[in-house]
Nanobody, 114 residues
Framework: QVQLVESGGGLVQAGGSLRLSCAAS????????MGWYRQAPGKQRELVAR???????TYADSVKGRFTISRDNAKNTVNLQMNSLKPEDTGVYYC??????WGWGQGTQVTVSS
């Protein structure tokens, strides 16, 4: 049974930073491409960043240059450093494989005030 636990969200002013973490268990983490996704109010969940098993990264245009995804295969964790946050970054953030193939965790709420 794969379990994903996201943490690190919160309320921050525009221009601020947050660092999200995701801990995975029940899976051979190191071989999987991992992604961070977000779901804004009233919108579909979207991929914001993904990272390969060897560390190659891809970002959505909306976060490029502001967000950095990283992983620690020894700890089965994937992180998302978010800088220069904007109100439109508000939403619930989730991690999962890319493409998604596991159930979703509870997510972590990020709220950016203007």
């Amino acid at each position: 049974q794969v379990q994903l636990v996201e943490s690190g969200g919160g309320l921050v002013q525009a221009g601020g930073s947050l660092r999200l973490s995701c801990a995975a268990s029940g899976v051979i983490f190191s071989i999987n491409l991992m992604g961070w996704y977000r779901q804004a109010p009233g919108k579909q969940r979207e991929l914001v960043a993904r990272i390969s098993s060897l560390g190659s990264t891809t970002y959505a245009d909306s976060v490029k240059g502001r967000f950095t995804i990283s992983r620690d295969n020894a700890k089965n964790t994937v992180n998302l450093q978010m800088n220069s946050l904007k109100p439109e970054d508000t939403g619930v953030y989730y991690c999962n494989a890319w493409p998604t193939k596991w159930g979703w965790g509870q997510g972590t709420q990020v709220t950016v005030s203007s």
